[in-house]
C-alpha cells in the first residue's frame, strides 16, 4: 500500500503537514483543492513518500529510579 504525505510549505518556508494519503490521485486531489483557495495562492504543495522511521541501533537509555521526596 502506498502512503504520501502532502506538505504545505508558506512563503515563509514554514512546512506543515497537511495529511497522509494512501493513493497518489487521492493526494493530488487535496492539493488541487488547496490551490484553488484564493487565500492560500502563495502556497507551494509538495507529495511526498512516507518513510518508516529507522530506529536507533544505541541501547535505550533507562530512567534511574525515582528518589524519595
Avoid at 512563503?11 to 497522509?20: E, F, K, M, R, S
Avoid at 497518489?24 to 486531489?29: G, I, S
Amino acid at each position: 500500500m502506498e502512503k504520501l504525505y502532502v506538505n504545505e510549505i508558506g512563503p515563509d518556508g514554514a512546512v506543515n503537514t497537511v495529511g497522509l494519503f494512501y493513493s497518489h490521485p487521492e493526494a493530488q486531489k487535496i492539493v488541487d483543492m488547496l490551490r484553488a483557495d484564493p487565500a492560500r495562492a502563495a502556497y507551494r504543495y509538495e507529495i511526498i513518500e512516507a518513510v518508516r522511521h529507522v530506529l536507533s541501533d544505541k541501547q535505550p537509555r533507562r530512567l534511574a529510579p525515582a528518589g524519595k521526596e
